[in-house]
């Protein structure tokens, strides 16, 4: 299995991510309100709330696309929100996946894969390709290396997009809403290879309104709303047995009582 | 329609052919170095040269050639700048195609979304890297066919620096109906070397317009909520 790529994994001690009391605001309105977590290696978080509750925010400002206005942020213990931070090293460290999959419409899927590995980490082509080759394999989409991203169905461009950021070897990976814009019967395919991702011991810190898959893959779910991790602990006492009246409510959402009785011509 | 006539004209034309050209090349590639520093200017939104810009912009799209061409020809002279007959024809379409050069360059930059911005960051590329192998090739080939529309637009601007007292095509015209009243020689020979200059050009750009439109297919993700590169064409010469 030596040829099968794997994920980054480094021995540590202390956690890969630490969120202190971070605060995000666009003018006046505050978006994150003092967020704490710590992220440990090899944990998968599952971040849901009800929309505009600051979960895509949150990712965001964790490679620096948002920048915060207060409390600090950690990578391997060192403060990436403290001035001066080089914001391109810590990108290439975490990748990230977008829920539009962003992928360059002018690259073909290889030039897209390559693009990072190639410019940024300064990865020998040969090899890169090689890399990039092995991940298609993995994801099923080997045959489509030359394909442009027009080409591609949803799924395959998710996926595309996820192998993208894996060609950096990042040591945390964030996924953004990645199943919101797939039609139905492409979410698994998709969802599949964050799973066994996962299995492998990446670190994620995955937004998401699959309620399911976030009960199945994460370690740990938080939930949000009004910029505040309103509750957090281990899925199935979540998502069973909420603590708070917040939480139970946005879960409620989910399910469906028939409050109807049957109508029709059936006898 | 005489033929003898037509061949004694014929070298005057070539001449003023040649000056044409000469005059188009030089401000065409002058009002694309323009282009791409307003361009750049206002879309990175860098203070009081966007502005500066923008007053640019607006002034030489709406005012005609002609008139730049008086203002400079006529006009610097009183403030004591003297400039030849060829250095004003050469400011002038310089001074207006570039506002047209610009505002296509920008268009196309506008059309690229700032999450493809964020998506190469994200990946760890710099700012520079960013630009150099994600906004601009898709920025410049959304440009491409507003670009190749001006450069036939400002050569066939050309026309007017006679009135500059510059030995144009336009000029030669005039110059031969005045002098020997063969009208007809002297227009069809007129129609005919602007014909020679832009034909050529204007069915390269065709080509490449549809190379573009063919890679272009193939390049949109998403074709409904990006601004295509034939409507923003569009919007340039709006």
Not at chain 1, 31 to 52: K, N, T, W
């Amino acid at each position: 299995m030596s040829d099968t790529p794997q994920v980054l994994r480094l021995p540590k001690s202390q956690p890969v991510l630490r969120l202190d009391s971070v605060v995000k605001r666009y003018g006046e309105r505050t978006v994150l309100d003092g967020i704490s977590f710590d992220v440990a290696e090899r944990e998968v978080i599952a971040v849901i709330g009800p929309s505009g509750s600051g979960k895509s925010t949150l990712l965001r400002t964790v490679n620096g696309l948002e920048p915060i206005q207060g409390g600090s942020i950690r990578l391997d213990g060192e403060e990436i929100t403290a001035k001066g931070t080089d914001w391109s090293k810590i990108r290439a460290r975490v990748g990230m996946v977008f829920q539009s999959y962003e992928l360059f419409p002018h690259l073909d899927v290889m030039g897209n894969l390559l693009l990072a590995p190639v410019r940024v980490a300064h990865t020998d082509k040969a090899e890169a390709r090689e890399r990039a080759m092995r991940w298609l394999e993995r994801v099923g989409l080997a045959d489509r290396a030359d394909a442009y991203p027009k080409e591609l169905s949803g799924g395959q461009k998710q996926r595309i997009a996820i192998v993208r950021a894996l060609m950096m070897q990042p040591e945390v990976l964030l996924l953004d809403e990645i199943t919101a814009s797939l039609d139905p019967e492409m979410v698994r395919e998709v969802l599949d290879v964050v799973l066994e991702l996962a299995e492998e011991g990446m670190t994620m810190l995955i937004v998401t309104h699959e309620m399911a898959f976030a009960r199945a893959i994460a370690d740990r779910v938080l939930f949000l709303d009004g910029g505040k991790i309103v509750e957090q602990g281990e899925p199935e006492a979540f998502f069973t047995h909420p603590q708070t009246e917040r939480a139970q409510r946005f879960l409620d959402t989910f399910s469906f009582t028939k409050a109807r009785e049957p109508q029709g011509l059936a006898r | 329609m005489d033929l003898s006539t037509l061949t004694e004209y014929l070298p005057l034309y070539a001449q003023a052919a040649w000056l044409t050209l000469w005059v188009g090349v030089a401000g065409i590639a002058l009002s694309f170095v323009i282009g791409v520093l307003c361009a750049a200017v206002r879309h990175f939104r860098i203070p009081v040269l966007r502005n500066v810009a923008g007053v640019y912009v607006e002034l030489s799209r709406n005012t005609p050639l002609v008139v730049q061409l008086f203002f400079l020809y006529f006009g610097l002279p009183k403030l004591g700048i003297l400039i030849s007959s060829e250095q004003c024809a050469v400011i002038g379409l310089a001074f207006l195609g570039g506002s047209y050069m610009a505002e296509a360059l920008r268009s196309g930059l506008e059309a690229v979304e700032s999450i493809q911005t964020q998506s190469a960051l994200a990946l760890g590329l710099n700012p520079v890297q960013t630009l150099r192998h994600v906004v601009l090739p898709q920025a410049v080939a959304i440009s491409v066919p507003a670009l190749a529309a001006n450069v036939v637009f400002l050569l066939k601007e050309t026309s007017v620096v006679s009135i500059v007292a510059l030995p144009d095509l336009v000029y030669v015209a005039k110059d031969l109906i005045g002098n020997d009243y063969n009208t007809v020689e002297a227009l069809a020979l007129l129609v005919g070397f602007y014909l020679v200059l832009l034909l050529p050009l204007s069915l390269l750009f065709a080509w490449l317009e549809r190379r573009l439109r063919a890679d272009g297919r193939r390049a949109k993700s998403r074709a409904p909520k990006t601004l295509g590169s034939w409507a923003v064409k569009e919007a340039a010469h709006a």
